[in-house]
């Protein structure tokens, strides 16, 4: 399969696609592609889909906002001490690590802070031990898909203006489209992300953030608006926020090393020019004396 360095994904364009899904799958997706299926993590986590499909992200924008919804459900899983909930979803990517970090982190009377450091942790994982790909998919809308033969109606993989099957009130959002119903995607209709040679969704993430940043350098990482008014909780911005201090820390420490091994270089260069001109006074005064 195809590879792409994030640098050329054209981000600005608000058609692209794109599938965040566990690195187990890489071999298999490198022959297969994508299935459609009822996973158990469309829609909202939960699993409260009845028809096979794939679930993708569409945009930039969209992109961000998916992962930081997942980082929201986490949140809500930690706050409800329920790993329970969450251990489906991660059924294919070690849950033991996951329940470790819960475990480990989770107590009762959780502070808000500390609900967002559970989330952060988890996600941070999450996003590790994941691949994202970008996908080609062609989409059209429901009307003129009526009017196509069906030739040309197998080329189609998502409608721009579809409806939930199981909420026809519910519009998709761009965190949340899908392929048509028992559509699947093609490996040659996918490329696999790489930020400078890491496969990691988390380096994908910190790039895709990066560029978001330069297109909107005024505002905050997208987030998931709800119905009710209320927002989803910035964790994705809180973790590349800290990815970013942690960096810049570590290359404020690498460089007082280097200047610390700079000054010793120096202070022994000059050791050794001290006993250089002391051996050769010696000399001098040793050749003087015969």
């Not at 022959?31 to 992200?57: M, Q």
């Not at 048509?180 to 093609?186: A, D, F, L, P």
């Not at 001109?277 to 050749?287: A, G, N």
């Amino acid at each position: 399969m195809k590879s792409l360095n994030v640098s050329k994904c054209e981000f600005d364009n608000p058609e692209n696609c794109y599938h965040l899904t566990r690195g187990v799958h890489e071999e298999s997706i490198a022959e297969k592609g994508l299935g459609a299926d009822i996973g158990i993590r469309s829609k909202d986590g939960l699993g409260n889909e009845k028809t096979s499909k794939v679930f993708f992200a569409k945009s930039l924008e969209g992109a961000l906002i998916f992962i930081n919804r997942n980082f929201n459900i986490f949140r809500s899983a930690a706050k409800h001490n329920n790993f329970a909930g969450i251990k489906g979803a991660l059924k294919d990517d070690a849950p033991e690590l996951y329940e470790h970090i819960f475990n480990d982190m989770v107590h009762d009377d959780m502070s808000e802070e500390e609900l967002d450091n559970v989330a952060i942790e988890l996600g941070k994982l999450y996003l590790e031990r994941g691949i994202y790909y970008k996908l080609n998919l062609k989409c059209c809308t429901r009307e003129e898909f009526e009017k196509m033969s069906s030739s040309k109606k197998d080329e189609i993989d998502y409608f721009s203006n579809d409806i939930n099957e199981e909420r026809p009130d519910e519009q998709p959002t761009i965190n949340n489209m899908h392929t048509r119903t028992g559509k699947g995607v093609n490996p040659l209709k996918m490329t696999l992300m790489t930020s400078n040679g890491s496969k990691s969704a988390l380096d994908i993430a910190v790039s895709m953030s990066d560029f978001y940043k330069t297109l909107h350098p005024e505002q905050s990482l997208p987030v998931l608006e709800h119905k009710n008014g209320s927002k989803d909780r910035p964790l994705l911005e809180i973790l590349i926020t800290r990815i970013k201090e942690k960096s810049t820390q570590q290359l404020g420490q690498e460089t007082l090393d280097e200047q610390k091994d700079t000054a010793l270089l120096d202070e022994i260069e000059q050791e050794l020019s001290k006993q250089q001109r002391e051996v050769s006074e010696q000399i001098k005064e040793y050749m003087l004396d015969i």
